[in-house]
């Protein structure tokens, strides 16, 4: 019988040993971000294709400690599928989340498995960590939303 935490740093583990979406494709029409997190040695890239409003794909790659690269794993398998509005309402209850604010349970219900990283909010140098994926795919968002 699992308790919260344990099954949470279960989540985290198995992002970390099976990440997905792993690899970048670079095929056309492509965002891609990279973002460093000097203090961890956290290094990642992200890309994203967005079509007709919606996120297609999202590829993670890079290198850093288990909380920022299943992280990657678990913000792309979450964003795929989402429109730009959904995906920029998660990013931010992602953020929300991790600095320590209590979402509703609707919005926890969305987050999925990236409720796995609540507990980064009791280890503020981790945010960093936790949160360089979503920066890095807000960030392509962003191209995209001021390239139309
Ligand atoms: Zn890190």
Redesign the pocket.
């Known amino acids: 019988f699992m308790d919260l935490k344990t099954l949470y740093r279960q989540v985290i583990m198995d992002h970390y040993k099976n990440p997905k979406n792993k690899g970048l494709k670079m095929t056309s029409p492509y965002h891609l971000v990279h973002l460093t ?1 000097p203090s ?3 290094d990642i890239q992200v890309e994203i294709i967005v079509e007709n409003g919606i996120v297609t794909d999202v590829r993670q790659d890079g290198k ?2 288990s ?2 690269l299943s992280s990657a794993s678990v913000m792309s398998e979450l964003l795929i599928g989402k429109t730009v509005e959904e995906a920029k309402t998660i990013i931010n209850d992602f953020y929300s989340m991790v600095k320590g604010e209590d979402l509703d349970e609707v919005k926890e219900e969305e987050l999925q498995e990236a409720i796995a990283y609540k507990g980064v909010r009791d280890f503020p140098a ?1 945010i ?2 936790a949160t ?1 994926a979503w920066k890095c795919v807000e960030k392509a968002i962003d191209e995209v939303e001021s390239n139309e």
């Open positions: 997190n961890c040695g956290d850093g400690c909380i920022c981790r960093k960590c360089l």
